[in-house]
């Protein structure tokens, strides 16, 4: 099997012209060079209680909407063609950067036409690909309940 760009391993390039489709994804200052998301995925939950009756009735108590999860799985490859970025150093400083200990204010995440603001928690990677110098990344923000959803 031959391989493409062999000798350039690890690194990506950049095509321009693509916005994307209607259902694509936005994080608030996500603009990195070497890195992409890949697989977003969104949990949302409401704060309930189930209460069985011996009438066989069940009721259900409902308290309101709990914070969800945001996680953002994506690559990061090691340069690009031009050797100007890294896909690691791109990840690790949007966290240090936008993380909820060094930044008030929520950071905001579109998928396609919703909108969802939560706070940036944590930052895992672990290696995907040596030969291509490829690593998975996943960024996890604890997300806040919509107003008026209570």
């Known amino acids: ?23 694509k994804v936005k994080l608030e200052g996500f603009k990195p060079m070497a890195s992409i998301i890949v697989a977003p995925s969104i949990g949302q ?14 009721y259900v108590y409902v308290f309101g909407d709990q914070m969800g ?46 909108t969802i603001s939560g706070f940036l928690i944590a930052l895992d990677m672990s290696p995907k690909d040596p030969d291509y110098m490829m690593v998975d990344f996943k960024l996890t923000i604890s997300s806040l309940p919509k107003e008026g959803s209570a």
């Open 45 to 58: 939950r409401v704060n309930v209680q189930f209460q069985t009756s011996l009438e066989k009735s069940v």
């Open 1 to 23: 099997m031959s391989e493409l760009l062999a000798c350039r391993r690890g690194t990506v390039v950049i095509m321009e012209g693509c916005e994307g489709i209607p259902g």
């Open 69 to 114: 999860n945001v996680i953002m799985h994506g690559i990061a490859f090691a340069g690009r063609c031009d050797g100007n970025y890294s896909g690691l150093k791109d990840v690790f400083n949007y966290y240090k950067t936008f993380r909820a200990s060094t930044r008030a204010k929520p950071v905001t995440v579109t998928f396609g036409e919703e």
